[in-house]
């Protein structure tokens, strides 16, 4: 799986993958100890960067029961090395570790760092500490907090004045898959986390604890990295590289041709705005379709923008049949935009019924009102295919999956994989932290919560960016998955953009559209 077109992304492995990263890379002839060595140095080049001036500076290291316990220990003998003054607190007695853990903790006090039960760390006077390293809990932390270990955590972050707080792998507390405290999480300034980032880090609801959060590597070998398990890929800078590239001798029709069908009369907003995204996205020609009273408004003065108006003059619903025109036209084009102020009634209804019955259309961005319709309608959901595309928000998602819109929010990862499972086409779930999913390909994870994103109208740009990607992508094995990906990322990039001028909001969609371009260089 690793070796298709997202390889290029970075992984972002779950823990149990990691484990097995780890396993395999023993397998291979790699020690634990070496392993767990190189974690340290890693954790230790980072620490150097936050605090240059490391000689004398008073540090606790505090050192759970696991894998996180070891490194913490290790790094303890780097800081001593460096000229600081490294004091280990342990949660388990010193001749409880094993392995590697025990090895690293050994020499550690071979050298001279001192231990300490972590309980001395409020029945001893002891002199402020300048760092806090965290190593309690590691990856492999699952459920909630014990007592014990939630009173660690408040003691930390508890104190006054605040030191520099560094976490080893993951904050201890929060859980590395959904990036949420456990109830609570050590608040750190940063994080290193090693070989990769697991998926909760990366999650924008995260940072309060993670801070910055810098991958130290560890030497994992390329053979485990490329061939081993990893169900998520991070949709950041390196995405935009894969961007369909320019063709030599092109014309029009080699970037595709898009069909928008959406902007009733009273909604034509979201038309004008897909058919602008798909512009600024590079598709070569852009059709909008839409009931005929609604023409002009969609056109917005942009010659660029064909129409292709449905009814008589003054019509202002959508017909129960296809149209010759529309069915000519619909042939012609790579890819549709199916829904952006389309309207819910009966006639919306009957035309996207009749377009999902139409053999062999284009594949379709569906989004907005389509994604309604499609939710109360399983003989519609029933008629798409791999090469669709969904972009619901955590309401539309919510509307088809009959649940809540809250359970959506809790746990966004299960509810794309129950959309995933429910439809064979690509789900984009919107919101900060935006997920990319289809069956049998890695979960794209955008790690951005992009305030000039959240507006009226950026999901239609969206549809628009993600439909001319999708015309250019035909040739590729994953169309879907990889459209629905890079345009995550592109949309993002442009919200970023936007941030530089408008720092505190006030952007509207058209700008997003047209900051698009732009964003494909960064």
């Known amino acids: 799986m690793n070796r298709e077109w997202w390889s290029a992304l970075p992984p972002l492995p779950l823990p149990h993958e990691m484990q097995q990263w780890d396993r395999q890379a023993v397998e291979l002839g790699i020690l634990p100890e070496i392993l767990m060595e190189n974690a340290a140095a890693a954790a230790f080049r980072q620490l150097s960067v936050l605090c240059p001036q490391l000689a004398g500076k008073r540090v606790w290291l505090l050192m759970g029961s696991g894998n996180n316990g070891g490194d913490a220990a290790c790094l303890a003998r780097h800081l001593l090395d460096a000229g600081a003054c490294p004091h280990v607190f342990h949660t388990r007695p010193l001749e409880h570790y094993r392995n590697e853990t025990a090895y690293h903790l050994q020499t550690a006090r071979t050298c001279g760092v001192p231990f300490l039960p972590v309980a001395a760390l409020t029945e001893t006077p002891l002199p402020h500490p300048d760092i806090v390293v965290d190593g309690l809990l590691g990856t492999g932390f699952s459920g909630q907090l014990r007592d014990d270990a939630r009173r660690l955590v408040s003691f930390v972050n508890g104190l006054s004045p605040r030191p520099l707080i560094l ?6 507390g929060l859980d590395a898959t959904s990036g949420l405290p456990c109830p609570d999480a050590v608040r750190a300034d940063a994080t290193v986390t ?39 890929r991070l949709l950041d800078s390196h995405a935009l590289a894969l961007l369909p590239a320019m063709t030599a001798a092109s014309y029009k029709n080699t970037y595709g041709h898009i069909l928008v069908m959406g902007g009733r ?24 379709a839409m009931p005929a009273a609604g023409e002009d408004q969609v056109r917005m003065g942009w010659p660029e923008i064909m129409t292709l108006p ?27 935009v199916v829904g952006p102020g389309m309207g819910r009634g009966e006639d919306s209804h009957a035309f996207l019924t009749a377009l999902l019955k139409e053999p062999d259309r284009p594949a379709c961005v569906f989004d907005a009102d389509a994604l ?3 939710a109360g309608d399983p003989a519609l959901l029933a008629a798409l295919g791999p090469g669709d595309i969904l972009t619901p928000h955590p309401g ?47 979960t794209g994870l955008s790690p951005l919560d992009v305030p000039q994103l959240a507006m009226g ?66």
Request: contains cysteine.
């Open 265 to 288: 009369p009273g909604m034509c907003g979201a038309g004008h705005l897909a058919a602008r995204g798909a512009l600024r996205t590079g598709a070569g020609l852009v059709t909008a």
């Open 310 to 336: 449905l009814g008589d003059p003054g019509n202002r619903d959508w017909p129960a049949r296809l149209p010759d025109g529309l069915r000519q036209r619909l042939h012609q084009c790579r890819a549709l």
């Open 194 to 232: 090693f070989a990769a980032a697991k998926p909760g880090l990366m999650l924008p609801w995260a940072r309060p604890y993670t801070g910055e959060c810098h991958v130290g590597p560890i030497a994992m070998p390329a053979k485990v990295r490329e061939g081993g398990p990893c169900s998520f």
């Open 457 to 522: 109208g950026s999901g239609d740009v969206l549809a628009g960016c993600t439909a001319a990607l999708l015309a250019r992508l035909q040739e590729s094995a994953r169309p879907a998955h990889q459209a629905a990906c890079l345009a995550v990322a592109l949309h993002a990039a442009a919200g970023r953009l936007l941030a530089r001028t408008h720092p505190r909001r006030g952007n509207v969609a058209s700008e997003l559209a047209d900051a698009l371009p732009q964003a494909m260089t960064l």
């Open 167 to 172: 976490s080893l792998d993951v904050p201890s």
């Open 396 to 442: 539309e998602a919510a509307a088809l999956l009959h649940c809540p819109g809250s359970a959506v929010q809790q746990d966004r990862m299960t509810a794309l994989k129950a959309l995933c499972a429910a439809v064979p086409a690509a789900v984009v779930l919107k919101g900060a932290g935006t997920l990319v999913g289809q069956r049998d390909c890695p």
């Open 372 to 374: 309604m319709l499609l």
